[in-house]
């Protein structure tokens, strides 16, 4: 993998700035206690019991446990997708420690483009674009992109679809790729940012076995070559033996 591409090793931006860390020096997700609760008729229905967690850069947590257990509340949690009622969710950028719990949706929405990759069951692609517009326009929703930027963002874009082995497929429509070449853009598309933490929501379920196992292969092995903290939530025991760390979660509450 081209040097180009790593996260890892890179300087903070701000030798100024006062880094706290999130505990060891290579945490990049610290969840804390965290409780989420859904409004339930009359009372709340309980998805995420007080759960805590870390994940290292470069390493892999499995999220297991039955339907219904809460697994996509946590990972929904640690995405800014959705506020806890409690806890604290720290994630540890190059440059900064923050509390996903607690900051506002330009600031969560600004940390899901540069700092939080996300790829769900269904990759979630526009058909019209190409597998390389899909990454590109990543880099175009924040401030309008300099005319460099741009070439950067095309560049990375090329070299991590090559990662994904679809540099061929760059400048296809989406619509025309199979399932699961949609789910290595959707990778691809994840790691555009640059991201500290790659969350995946069931990312091979809706996959046949061979085309689910590559991007498993891929999902792996970018997010520990680039030094990514990958949290992966599945139902697939055999998925998750293959991460470096694994939980179950029943009834929201880690067992
Ligand atoms: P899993 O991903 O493990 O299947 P979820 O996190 O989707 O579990 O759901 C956990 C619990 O929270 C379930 O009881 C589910 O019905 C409930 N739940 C999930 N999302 C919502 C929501 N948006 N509103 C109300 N209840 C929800
Ligand atoms: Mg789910």
Redo the contacts with the bound molecule.
């Keep these: 993998m081209s040097t180009a591409l790593r996260t890892t090793g890179s300087a903070s931006a701000n030798p100024t700035q006062t880094t706290q860390h999130a505990g060891s020096s290579s945490t990049a997700l610290r969840v804390e206690e965290v409780v989420l609760t ?3 008729g009359r009372g709340r ?1 309980t ?2 019991d007080s759960v805590s967690l870390t994940i290292e850069r470069g390493r892999s947590l499995a999220v297991t ?12 949690v640690s995405a800014t997708l959705t506020r806890p009622d409690s806890g604290q969710v720290m994630l540890q950028t190059p440059d900064v420690l923050v509390d996903l719990a607690t900051i506002d949706r330009t600031r969560a929405a600004e940390l899901r483009r540069t700092e939080i990759g996300i790829v769900f069951q269904q990759s979630n692609l526009l058909d019209s674009l190409t597998a390389r517009e899909q990454l590109e326009a990543m880099a175009w929703l924040g401030a309008r992109p300099s005319r460099a930027a741009r070439h950067a963002a095309r560049t990375r874009a090329e070299d991590l679809l090559d990662v994904v082995g679809l540099g061929d497929m760059a400048g296809r429509p989406v619509g025309a790729l199979s399932g699961g070449q949609r789910q290595r853009v959707a990778v691809a598309r994840a790691l555009m940012g640059k991201p500290s933490l790659v969350l995946a ?2 990312p091979t379920s809706a996959l046949d076995s061979e085309s689910g196992a590559a991007v498993m292969d891929l999902l792996l092995g970018t997010t520990r070559d680039l030094g990514v903290a990958l949290m992966l ?1 599945t ?1 697939d025991a055999g998925l998750a033996a293959r991460c470096d760390e694994q939980i179950t ?1 029943v009834d ?1 509450a880690v067992v």
Aim: aromatic letters at 4%; a negative charge; proline letters at 8%.
């Design positions: 859904y409004p339930d229905v998805a995420v446990g039955p339907s219904g257990s809460g697994k996509s509340s946590l990972l929904a929501d069931e939530v139902h979660v929201g």
